[in-house]
């Protein structure tokens, strides 16, 4: 028969990334693999899905619906077949977060409007799991949502088309070279959660039967080889439970001392009860509930990798209670490993987990902290709100983001402390994850954020004893004079090159303090921001250039400069040779060992612009849109000498001009492309060596 229900088997957007596994080892846990996931009961618009080839047979048994698995499904179960990941006992971790989600799904629904016609609602929620030693087999039974037919087809034999290409190429290209590290991580870190079965298992057989009237049981079976099979069985229990009939070599997972370490190290806090042969296997102790005082380390850090699936610990823990403006029960941990390849980028989910009186509304909620905090991890419990709030409300629900407001505000509040509290600490912290502090200045609307964000900043300094020694923004507003209006700030890529500036040189003298800035993105986040309390971010460019704009009386260029009537001759000279490149060529006095200097009016956004967009300008309009002026130094020796040579030796003077004004460029960082310096160069250096 025709197969028109089409799923993903894991989130869309991990797949979309999946080809930069290996060269990632810590990256953000994806959501279970199939249907029990209530986040992965969504479609996902712009992703292709491609349909099998099915047939139907007659069996004494009853009908027999025969499915192909799609070629990228086949090569993936090849993949886990040969058991390219160290850690097989993950499988167990993935088996039973599938199952959580169906029984959290059901619950969800069941108190929800729509949960109206479900059945069995008063049975109870938990997960079983049986070993079997003689048969070596593993039995992993949830009492859930359960699956359709449609469903069964949808989520265990549909793979998105975006992303798995590359992903089982990169695989296939690098299996011998993959470490083992990266190799475990993969299956939790991208959803392939139901079949990790296949690491451990030559056969596996699903038995499900929804929670809806007049629901028909079902079994799903498959050896992996290509094809899998889906028939009527009577006597299905409502839910779904999973028979893997195990590898010779992985007969240790019918053993439960063996399965009941996997469920300790892994799976622990799993919301539902886990009963192992009978016996209760897991805590499910509420931990964000409880008295802070009470929670030992050991299970901070127990949970925290529960939660973010990851196998580091927490650098930070936030544990707080609040009851206005809202009722918020939160446990946030922010991690102590650096951030993922996933994290950094902006396509990325956030890592709380929503709940309301223990009930679970859904696992990673998109709007409860804004994007900028994607790397805290969590959970966050709210009385206020309401059971039947749907998902896709969520997004537009007015008290989500009074409840996001409250939360961030509070983790800001939180950094703050820690550092005051724990400045070391807090120092690699900024080191590891600024950047997301800078995102969220740039991302917030809101001005009195941008400037709680502002303090947890720090940078380097025209002052600092050592490269260690950063400043914030608020020990600069604190060291410098009240009736100061400006904090200055100096972008380079280096301290090295931000001391040597020609932009530096004047505050120097003057013993101003300066902030450096050598991230590209650290100006823009500056004049993002604006000003700080009462005084304004100013970079030491613009400076320079709005008070060249100020002087009116003639200034004096020091003893040895050249002539007011000398300058009034080279500037109209130099404005010629240069005509089309700047706009305006003037003396200056603020500069004191380079011959000359670039301004624009904008440096930062200057700077943005020739990084990413120039290469589509003409270099004619490039000039024109940046304006750039030239302020040169009448007493420097080279352009005393290019004075000269004007009327000596007018195509050396020419030379040296273009050289200069390439210089200046170089140093402003407007080049485009420093490596068109050397054409000039070579023909300067030619010129100089005539005579030798």
Same mark, same amino acid.
């Given at each position: ?175 011998? #070279? ?6 475990? %991580? ?90 192992? %042969? ?23 850090? #127990? ?182 209006? %400006? ?27 300066? +902030? ?135 195509? +050396? ?35 100089? +060596?005539?005579?030798?």
């Amino acid at each position: 028969m025709s197969v028109r229900a089409m799923g993903v088997f894991c989130q869309a957007r991990n797949l979309v990334r999946l080809g930069c596994v290996l060269k990632q080892s810590r990256l953000p846990a994806a959501a279970a693999v199939h249907n029990f996931a209530p986040r992965l009961h969504q479609s996902h618009a712009g992703f292709s899905l491609r349909r099998f080839a099915t047939e139907t047979k007659e069996a004494s048994q009853g009908t027999v619906d025969k499915h192909e698995f799609q070629a990228e499904t086949r090569q993936l179960l090849d993949i886990v077949a040969r058991s390219l990941y160290s850690d097989h006992e993950v499988f167990v971790r993935e088996l039973i977060s599938n199952a959580s989600d169906a029984l959290e799904k059901f619950r969800y629904t069941s108190l929800s409007d729509s949960g109206t016609d479900l059945v069995g609602k008063d049975r109870p929620l938990e997960i079983r799991i049986t070993t079997d030693k003689p048969l070596m087999q593993l039995i992993i039974q949830d009492t859930g949502i359960g699956m359709t037919k449609e469903e069964l087809v949808s989520n265990l034999g549909t793979i998105a088309r975006s992303g798995s290409k590359q992903f089982l190429e990169q695989m296939k290209g690098n299996q011998q #070279d993959a470490t083992s590290e990266a190799s475990s %991580n993969i299956i939790g870190q991208f959803g392939v959660g139901f079949y990790s079965a296949f690491i451990v298992a030559n056969k596996v057989e699903v038995y499900t039967r929804a929670a809806t009237p007049d629901a028909v049981g079902l079994r799903w079976s498959t050896d992996g080889s290509g094809t899998y099979e889906i028939k009527e069985v009577p006597d299905v229990d409502l839910g779904t439970k999973i028979v893997l009939h195990l590898k010779t070599d992985c007969r240790e997972y019918a053993d439960e001392d063996r399965i009941k370490a996997v469920i300790k190290k892994y799976s622990n806090f799993v919301g539902s009860p886990i009963l192992l %042969n009978g016996k209760q296997a897991n805590e499910i102790k509420p931990l964000w509930l409880l008295d802070p005082q009470s929670i030992s380390q050991e299970q901070h850090h #127990d949970f925290y990798r529960f939660i973010s699936n990851s196998f580091d610990v927490p650098r930070f823990t936030l544990h707080y209670k609040a009851d206005v403006p809202l009722s918020i029960h939160a446990l946030l941990y922010f991690p102590e490993g650096k951030p993922g390849l996933f994290e950094m980028s902006r396509d990325g989910s956030t890592g709380v987990a929503l709940y309301t009186r223990k009930v679970l509304i859904q696992s990673k909620t998109e709007n409860l902290l804004p994007k900028w905090l994607r790397f805290v991890k969590g959970v966050v419990d709210s009385e206020d709100i309401p059971l039947n709030l749907s998902r896709e409300l969520l997004q537009n629900s007015s008290l989500i983001r009074k409840l996001s407001s409250v939360i961030s505000t509070r983790v800001i509040r939180f950094l703050q402390e820690r550092a005051k509290k724990q400045p070391e600490d807090y120092e690699t912290f900024y080191r590891d994850y600024g950047l997301f502090l800078k995102e969220g200045i740039v991302t917030s609307s809101d001005p009195a954020e941008k400037e709680e964000i502002a303090k947890l900043l720090r940078f380097d300094s025209s002052k600092s004893e050592t490269s260690s020694g950063r400043m914030s923004l608020e020990e600069y507003y604190n060291a410098v004079p009240a009736d100061q209006q %400006n904090i200055y700030y100096l972008a380079a890529p280096n301290r090295v090159l931000a001391e040597s500036s020609p932009y530096y040189e004047s505050l120097k003298k003057r013993n101003e303090l300066v +902030l450096f800035c050598y991230e590209p993105y650290d100006e823009l986040v500056l004049m993002q921001l604006g000003k700080f309390k009462s005084k304004n971010l100013v970079s030491v460019e613009k400076e320079m250039r709005e008070e060249s704009k100020e002087t009116t009386a003639t200034p004096d260029y020091g003893e040895g400069s050249l002539l007011r009537s000398e300058l009034d001759q080279l500037i109209p000279w130099l404005e010629d040779e240069l005509k089309g490149q700047v706009i305006k060529v003037k003396a200056t006095s603020r500069l004191d060992t380079h011959p000359c200097v670039i301004t624009v009016e904008e440096m930062a956004a200057a700077r943005h612009f020739i990084r990413t967009q120039s290469h589509q300008v003409p270099e004619q309009n490039r000039f024109a849109l940046l304006q750039p002026e030239l302020e040169i130094n009448p007493k420097h020796p080279i352009i005393k000498k290019l004075n000269k040579l004007r009327e000596s030796d007018k195509e +050396l003077a020419q030379l040296i001009t273009k050289q200069l004004f390439a210089n200046a460029m170089v140093g402003a960082g407007l080049a485009e492309d420093p490596r068109m310096l050397l054409t000039n160069m070579n023909t300067l250096l030619s010129r100089a +060596l005539e005579k030798y």
